[in-house]
């Protein structure tokens, strides 16, 4: 199996990042820990085929692609990250790191062409954000998500950029209509729709004249919501995995799942019923979606026609050493060993697919006839972090995943 873009495989608990192509392996990145919550962020096609994540131990934002990699200081620990539509711009914002409480009110925005970073504060928590486009001046505004209680935050990017040392206080036009439970972000870059996935539905706003506005809440089309909101590239839709079943995380391998894809503007959405299971993040390419559902019956990797809206394929897939395990929640180890996850990446060109097996240090990859294993030389716990990186002329996703 071969391809003409390296796929990138980050092993955030070892700090090293690899390039894998054409069956050759070397490393790309090393002594950098991967925000694991942030993920990757491929820049827009202005960037060419750059990518970028946050070392979430050294502190910086690594840029890589076109050959090299450079750091640029940012605040952490980092929760999300999220550019503008040129690519020039990233905004990271800070979480828990490995605290029970939230902590830091830092936020930090990088001009990655004049290789700068300045960091504000905010509101206490863990924020989402985006950068879309004022209705009304087409300047390009930082929008944060707050939670508990719900608010969406509008701030002037230029001001961002502009605030001097120290860490001031940056405050913006704050909107307070908006559900406590806020997890999922995402921001149409075409008509500046931004999505925020939470318990009452999706629901949508707008900046107008340097204030968030709410448009209002699309209902999730089936039982329960989502909490991981993706970009659809190649129809400007926002897709997503609808969780439904037992409340109790212990209760993970009866819950449901279904992928949707919604409209941002009229509300039409599809839903294709899924495997019960744990179903997070998932891989998105022109006409297709992939998943990996972990269950005790066994995992698979279940492959979505978008465009027919229904599963066209079901691969069982080799066991993962430490799954996680019924009656515990999902993330929950045992003995002290950490319950295990899968990461999953489609290749924009060939549509192959790559799901890891997290703690085995194994990729396994995935097309029309085989399924092949590459292993690595670290053990990729929690199941790492994977991205094909440049090849993809799609509308831009621009918040990590």
């Given at each position: ?21 054409n069956g050759s392996r070397r490393v790309v990145v090393a002594g950098a820990w ?296 999902p993330w929950d180890g045992v003995d002290g060993q950490a319950a295990q996850r ?60």
């Amino acid at each position: 199996m071969s391809s003409s873009l390296p796929l990138l495989a980050a092993d955030h608990r070892a700090g090293i990042v690899y390039e894998i192509q054409n069956g050759s392996r070397r490393v790309v990145v090393a002594g950098a820990w991967l925000a694991e919550h942030a993920g990757f962020l491929r820049l827009p096609a202005e960037a060419s085929g750059r990518w970028v994540f946050a070392d979430d131990r050294g502190g910086a934002l690594v840029v890589g692609g076109a050959g090299e990699v450079r750091r640029i200081p940012i605040a952490i620990p980092a929760e999300h990250l999220a550019c503008d539509a040129s690519g020039r711009h990233v905004v990271v914002t800070s979480g828990l790191g490995m605290n029970e409480a939230a902590w830091s009110d830092l936020v930090s925005v990088v001009d990655l062409a004049a290789g700068s970073s300045a960091r504000f504060r905010v509101r206490t928590g863990e924020p989402g954000v985006v950068i879309a486009p004022d209705q009304a001046s087409g300047d390009s505004m930082i929008v944060l998500r707050h939670r508990e209680p719900g608010a969406v935050e509008a701030l002037p990017l230029a001001s961002a950029l502009d605030v001097g040392p120290h860490a001031p206080v940056l405050r913006g036009a704050l909107l307070d209509d908006l559900a406590p439970d806020g997890h999922g972000d995402v921001v149409d870059p075409v008509s500046g729709v931004v999505g925020v996935a939470t318990g009452r539905g999706l629901e949508r706003f707008i900046v107008e004249r340097g204030a968030p506005r709410a448009i209002g809440i699309i209902r999730w089309p089936v039982e329960g919501r989502a909490f991981y909101l993706r970009l659809a590239g190649d129809t400007g839709r926002v897709t997503g995995i609808v969780r439904g079943g037992p409340a109790s995380p212990g209760a993970w391998p009866e819950w449901t799942n279904t992928f949707v894809e919604i409209d941002l503007a009229s509300g039409a959405s599809t839903a294709v019923a899924l495997p019960p299971g744990l179903a997070f993040r998932f891989a998105l390419a022109a006409g297709a979606a992939a998943v990996a559902v972990i269950h005790p019956d066994g995992d698979a990797l279940v492959v979505i026609d978008r465009e027919q809206a229904r599963i066209s394929r079901i691969v069982p897939l080799p066991p993962m050493t430490h799954p996680p395990q019924a009656g515990r929640m999902p993330w929950d180890g045992v003995d002290g060993q950490a319950a295990q996850r899968r990461s999953i990446a489609i290749d924009p060109l060939t549509g192959a697919i790559a799901v890891t097996s997290g703690g085995d240090g194994m990729i396994h990859l995935i097309d029309d006839h085989e399924i092949t294993t590459i292993a690595v030389p670290t053990p990729l716990d929690e199941g790492g972090h994977l991205l094909w990186a440049g090849g993809d002329d799609r509308v831009n996703d621009l918040v990590g995943r």
